[in-house]
């Protein structure tokens, strides 16, 4: 079985300040990893995802994640943050093969950025 | 663009109702699923159907049934309504392939924030 465990439930940041999103997960098979976006009243929507190759995977709106197989982490990361990046953030593990393409999903972290 | 609806936004209902939430996909995507959002749980699977009439349960599908009868169609049914139904329900729909190993995006509706009073 899998889990994903999101260290940090709110992180609040300034405007233009840089945040890292912390998550580790657990797995005794290979998975990928995504981290997933949530406006406020809306879906959620792909931010990036790890499959293979550069353990350094960049994702729309400035947003880049690194795969660590030795800390079994999936950490994100923006240099600066935006007001409209407030949302709520999920990662996501999945498992390489076979599972009819399922999604274990973390507790979420509520990205705040303040002016 | 992919689109996933849903049929509302937002539900009120009694204990004890039977309710229907409808989700609807334009892509001819073979994968369907259903997963409740909870604050600090995060998005939990219900349901998920890979092929017309076909479903396999999720994490926690107690109290919950669901329906696929056309491909693009994925109901999911509350048979008798209770309070700790009350939550975000989210449907998505992905792509299959001929490899279980092939990743295909799944794509979200906007949810039904559903209150059971």
């Known amino acids: 079985a899998q889990s994903v465990t999101q260290l940090d439930s709110q992180v609040p940041v300034f405007e233009e300040a840089p945040v890292e999103l912390r998550c580790n997960y657990s797995?005794?098979?290979?998975?990928?990893l995504f981290w997933y976006v949530q406006y406020p009243n809306q879906g959620l929507q792909l931010l990036l995802k790890?499959?293979?190759?550069?353990?350094l995977v960049k994702g729309i709106n400035g947003f880049e994640a690194e795969f660590n197989k030795s800390q079994t982490s999936f950490h994100l990361r923006k240099p600066s943050v935006h007001i409209s990046d407030t949302a709520e953030y999920f990662c996501?593990?999945?498992?390489?093969?076979?599972?009819?393409?399922?999604?274990?999903f973390g507790a979420g972290t509520r990205l705040a950025v303040h002016p | 663009d992919v689109k996933v609806t849903q049929s509302s936004r937002y539900l009120v209902k009694r204990t004890g109702e039977k309710v229907f939430l409808e989700c609807v996909q334009d892509?001819?995507?073979?994968?369907m699923f259903w997963y409740r959002q909870d604050p600090g749980l995060g998005l939990r699977l219900i349901y998920f159907?890979?092929?017309?009439?076909?479903?396999e349960k999720g994490d926690i599908p107690e109290g919950y049934s669901v329906s696929r009868e056309k491909k693009e169609r994925f109901s999911l049914i509350l048979e008798s309504a209770s309070t700790n139904q009350t939550s975000m329900y989210l449907c998505?729909?992905?792509?299959?392939?001929?490899?279980?190993?092939?990743?295909?995006?799944?794509?979200f509706g906007p949810g039904t924030r559903l209150t059971v009073l």
């Open positions: 998505a729909s992905s792509r299959t392939s001929g490899s279980t190993t092939v990743h295909n995006e799944q794509f």
């Open positions: 797995s005794s098979v290979s998975v990928y």
């Open positions: 790890y499959l293979s190759g550069s353990t």
């Open positions: 996501a593990v999945r498992r390489i093969s076979g599972g009819y393409n399922k999604l274990i």
């Open positions: 892509m001819d995507h073979e994968n």
């Open positions: 159907s890979y092929d017309v009439k076909m479903k």
